[in-house]
C-alpha cells in the first residue's frame, strides 16, 4: 500500500512531500511526478487531489498564508500594548514566519502563482493583507487627514520591505553583514515612520 493511502490523507501527505522537494530544489525545481515519487504514490492518484503542480503549490501557499495570517493576527493583538509596537511586531512575525517556514514562505511569494487563478489562495492572502493593512491604519490615525497616506500602501511599503530583508537572508547573502535582520528591518521601518511623522527625528 502506497504511504499515502496508508497515513490516510493523500492530500496532506503530497503537500508535505513538496515541501520537502521545495526545500531541495525549490518551487520550480520538480514536477508532479516527483512530487508524486516522494509522497510514494502513482501520478495519477494526484490528479483525484490536485489537477496539476500549479494546483499542488496553491495549496501549499495557502497553508502557508493560513499560518501567516495567525501568526500576524497575534503579532498585532489589536494593537497592545500600544499601535506602534504592535506594528513593529507584525515585521517582527514576518521573519519569523520566513525562518520557521521556508518552504511554504517560496511557495507564497516565489512560486510563480496568480492568486487569482486559485480562489482559495487568494482569499487567505487576503486575510493576511487586511491585518497588516489594519496595523498601519491604527499606526497612521494620528497624522492629519492631509498627510495621511492609504493604509494599504503603508502595509505595502513594510511589507516590500520585509520581503527584502528575508530575501537577502533566506539566500545567505546577508551572512557577512554585522546586523541580524530583526535589527535591519527596525531601522528600515523606524526611516520610513519618521518620514511619515509618525516618529520624531533623531536628535
Do not use: C
Not at 519569523?96 to 517560496?106: E, L, N, S, T, V
Not at 500602501?153 to 513594510?158: D, I, L
Amino acid at each position: 500500500m502506497k504511504r499515502g493511502y496508508h497515513h490516510g490523507n493523500l492530500r496532506q501527505a503530497l503537500v508535505e512531500a513538496t515541501l520537502s522537494l521545495i526545500a531541495g530544489r525549490g518551487p520550480q525545481g520538480f514536477t508532479l511526478s516527483e512530487a508524486a515519487k516522494a509522497a510514494e504514490v502513482t501520478p495519477a492518484a494526484v490528479y483525484r487531489h490536485f489537477a496539476g503542480r500549479d494546483d499542488l503549490l496553491a495549496e501549499v501557499a495557502r497553508q502557508g498564508f493560513e499560518i501567516f495570517a495567525a501568526l500576524l493576527e497575534y503579532a498585532w493583538d489589536e494593537g497592545r500594548p500600544g499601535a506602534l509596537a504592535a506594528f513593529e511586531a507584525t515585521g517582527r512575525a514576518y521573519l519569523a514566519f520566513a525562518r520557521k517556514y521556508p518552504g511554504h514562505y517560496q511557495a507564497m511569494f516565489e512560486s510563480g502563482l496568480q492568486p487569482g487563478r486559485h480562489p482559495d489562495l487568494a482569499n487567505v492572502a487576503g486575510k493576511a493583507r487586511a491585518i497588516m493593512e489594519r496595523a498601519a491604519e491604527a499606526l497612521i490615525a494620528a497624522l492629519p487627514p492631509a498627510r495621511r497616506p492609504p493604509a494599504s500602501m503603508v502595509s505595502a511599503h513594510v511589507w516590500a520591505t520585509s520581503h527584502g530583508v528575508v530575501e537577502l537572508f533566506l539566500r545567505g547573502n546577508g551572512a557577512s553583514l554585522p546586523w541580524p535582520p530583526e535589527d535591519l528591518l527596525e531601522t528600515a521601518i523606524g526611516i520610513y515612520l519618521r518620514g511619515l511623522g509618525i516618529l520624531p527625528p533623531d536628535r
